[in-house]
């Protein structure tokens, strides 16, 4: 499969899912391990992505959305942002009702 | 002129900014020494009114394309309007201390 579709698969088949370097449980970046404390405070499984496992997304993810750094952050298909930004929605409690939503929304 | 002097010409020139600070972070990161990868960009300006974060970010990482194909490895942006900045009162958020994953040499 191209990469850009195994991308799109990871994104449209998960409500929420972070692209990020390393894991939740063991992140390789602070700001990958910033946005994933985020997310895991949300209380909602969520699902990830470790980019420096896998070259090629590595490489691609990038010109999916057209957005140059990592961690990214998808709901319901859609960019969020990266830490920076999903910081933001977190502390003003936006996060928390996107993450809900898109969890809810699921099941 | 260095990264961070090119940085700051950019951004001075399209968004005008009533308050622009780039500080070069890469010393809190695995690279060598004098590095200029890893920036903390924080902007004010009357152009993101009305925008979203994430088209502020991408106004941002659109001026600095050539930046971040190149030396820039890590961009860690805050972007407010002067009425957002007045309400935080110019408290911005720390960067997160480095855990090894920056593959910059």
């Known amino acids: 499969m191209d990469v850009l579709d195994r991308i799109k698969e990871q994104v449209e088949s998960n409500p929420v899912v972070l692209f990020m370097k390393g894991t939740p449980q063991m992140p390789q970046c602070g700001f990958s391990s910033r946005t994933s404390e985020a997310l895991k405070s949300c209380g909602h499984e969520f699902a990830y992505v470790n980019v420096l496992s896998d070259p090629e997304i590595f490489e691609n993810l990038p010109r999916y959305a057209d957005w140059p750094t990592f961690p990214q952050l998808y709901i319901n298909s859609e960019l969020v942002g990266g830490c920076d930004i999903t910081m933001e929605l977190h502390e003003k409690g936006e996060l928390q009702t996107m993450v809900s939503a898109a969890v809810g929304n699921k099941s | ?105």
């Open chain 2, 1 to 105: 002129m260095t990264i961070q002097a090119d940085i700051e010409q950019k951004i001075q020139y399209a968004l005008q900014p009533t308050f622009l600070e780039v500080a070069n972070e890469s010393h809190m990161h695995n690279v060598p020494p004098d590095s200029e990868s890893h920036f903390k960009v924080t902007v004010v300006s009357a152009e993101f009114d009305g925008k979203i974060l994430v088209a502020r970010h991408r106004t941002l990482n659109a001026l600095l394309k050539d930046e971040l194909a190149g030396p820039v490895h890590a961009l860690s942006l805050h972007t407010m309007t002067p009425a957002e900045w007045q309400e935080k009162n110019g408290e911005i958020r720390k960067s997160p201390p480095c855990l090894g994953g920056s593959k910059a040499s």
